[in-house]
T-cell receptor
Framework: AQSVAQPEDQVNVAEGNPLTVKCTYS??????LFWYVQYPNRGLQFLLK??????LVKGSYGFEAEFNKSQTSFHLKKPSALVSDSALYFC?????????????FGKGTRLSVIA | GAVVSQHPSRVICKSGTSVKIECRSL??????MFWYRQFPKQSLMLMAT?????????EQGVEKDKFLINHASLTLSTLTVTSAHPEDSSFYIC?????????????FGSGTQLSVL
């Protein structure tokens, strides 16, 4: 069975500093990996995904994530945080060995960027 | 981009009543839609996979008779919480995928906050 772990419930970072939101996954086959963001009172929004190819994936709003197969990780990063980045971030995985499978989400990490 | 509309955004109901939540894909056809439930400060829990024209597939522990899912068309799936109780109070989110490809990203509705009194 596939699973996702986001070890941090909360991440605090000062505005302008780099940020990292951690994610590790477990699948039996090869993974498709995703990051979604949930702003207050709004639905989930897609940030970026890894399917194949370059391990460094660039997404919306200046975010990027690096796929590390040996460490089974897909950490979300941004070089310089903005206060507007404060939100709830979800990592998700889909095992591509199966058919039309849904995403399995991590528990989420709340990011607070302090001015 | 693809848009998923979910309605209502918020509903308050009395215990014992039923509540229907609609999920529509506005500019694409979705043969499969997913229903998630989100508890406060917790992750999204997949409840069921809704397939157009066939019965939904429920995750373990989800009561199919309580959470009725209907996917009558390629653009509409509904979740009905029957005989709602306070423990059913939660945030429900639907999602849909435009294509059949495994890497297609999901698009989410804005969610429905259900409060059962």
């Amino acid at each position: 069975a596939q699973s996702v772990a986001q070890p941090e419930d909360q991440v605090n970072v000062a505005e302008g500093n780099p940020l990292t939101v951690k994610c590790t996954y477990s699948v039996s086959g090869n993974p498709y990996l995703f990051w979604y963001v949930q702003y207050p009172n709004r639905g989930l929004q897609f940030l970026l995904k890894y399917i194949t190819g370059d391990n460094l994936v660039k997404g919306s709003y200046g975010f990027e994530a690096e796929f590390n197969k040996s460490q089974t990780s897909f950490h979300l990063k941004k070089p310089s945080a903005l206060v507007s980045d404060s939100a709830l971030y979800f990592c998700a995985v889909r095992d591509i060995t199966s058919g039309n499978t849904p995403l399995v989400f991590g528990k989420g990490t709340r990011l607070s960027v302090i001015a | 981009g693809a848009v998923v509309s979910q309605h209502p955004s918020r509903v308050i109901c009395k215990s014992g009543t039923s509540v229907k939540i609609e999920c529509r894909s506005l500019d694409f056809q979705a043969t499969t839609m997913f229903w998630y439930r989100q508890f406060p400060k917790q992750s999204l829990m997949l409840m069921a996979t809704s397939n157009e024209g066939s019965k939904a597939t429920y995750e373990q522990g989800v009561e199919k008779d309580k959470f009725l899912i209907n996917h009558a068309s390629l653009t509409l799936s509904t979740l009905t919480v029957t005989s709602a109780h306070p423990e059913d109070s939660s945030f429900y989110i639907c999602s849909a995928r435009p294509g059949q490809g495994r890497h297609e990203k999901l698009f989410f509705g804005s969610g429905t906050q259900l409060s059962v009194l």
